[in-house]
């Protein structure tokens, strides 16, 4: 089966500075890349996700990557701010099918004022 | 637009006391429903999953049990709970553009 493995699992940030946080996946039939932020306390919310027939997506101060020959992807958060400080998972998954979704153990993220 | 609601938010019990959780999904028909537990500082680790009324595939052995009665619904059970079973559950859902969505999850604390 899939196996996502995610890097690094902390990031402290200086206000302002940018975040990166890098997943690897296994199976190369993956083609559905979501990334979720959990706050304390509440369920994961999707942020942003890209498709294997795509290189790149941004939206706003956030971007995703995806390396489909190295398989691996990215979350780049530029002009970071205290409120972007949360927990961050990544997933990979097959689209269109009742296969599950497999996660990285997650990245806590935090953004020093 | 798509609402998936659970409940209770919060709940403590003592341990070898029944459990039942429950998750609905407003607006949407037929979706994919997930159960995950996450222990504190933890990942997600996926428990049921249901394709359709009365499909659970189960992806860890364990006390807990998974049931769909009704399309939007799904709902996790235990009939004894231990300890280990402590942690926060979420549900989520997925809709047929792949994307899924989570519940606001329910903290379970067994004492």
């Known amino acids: 089966g899939e196996n996502v493995e995610q890097h690094p699992s902390t990031l402290s940030v200086q206000e302002g500075d940018s975040a990166v946080i890098k997943c690897t996946y296994s199976?190369?039939?993956?083609?559905?890349f979501p990334w979720y932020k959990q706050e304390l306390g509440k369920g994961p919310q999707l942020i942003i996700d890209i498709r294997s027939n795509v290189g790149e997506k941004k939206d706003q101060r956030i971007a995703v990557t995806l390396n489909k020959t190295a398989k691996h992807f990215s979350l780049h958060i530029t002009e970071t701010q205290p409120e972007d400080s949360a927990v961050y998972f990544c997933?990979?998954?097959?689209?269109?099918?009742?296969?599950?979704?497999?996660f990285g153990t997650g990245t806590s993220l935090t953004v020093i004022p | 637009s798509q609402t998936i609601h659970q409940w209770p938010a919060t709940l403590v019990q003592p341990v070898g006391s029944p459990l039942s959780l429950e998750c609905t999904v407003e607006g949407t028909s037929n979706p994919n429903l997930y159960w995950y537990r996450q222990a504190a500082g933890r990942g997600l680790q996926l428990l049921f999953y249901s394709v359709g009324i009365g499909q659970i595939s189960s992806e860890v052995p364990q006390n807990l049990s998974a049931s769909r009665p009704q399309d939007r619904q799904f709902i996790l059970s235990s009939k004894k709970l231990l300890l280990s079973d402590s942690g926060f559950y979420l549900c989520?859902?997925?809709?047929?553009?792949?994307?899924?969505?989570f519940g606001p999850g329910t903290r379970l604390t067994v004492l």
């Open positions: 199976d190369s039939a993956s083609n559905y």
């Open positions: 997933a990979a998954t097959l689209s269109n099918t009742g296969n599950q979704f497999y």
């Open positions: 989520a859902w997925r809709g047929p553009a792949d994307t899924q969505y």
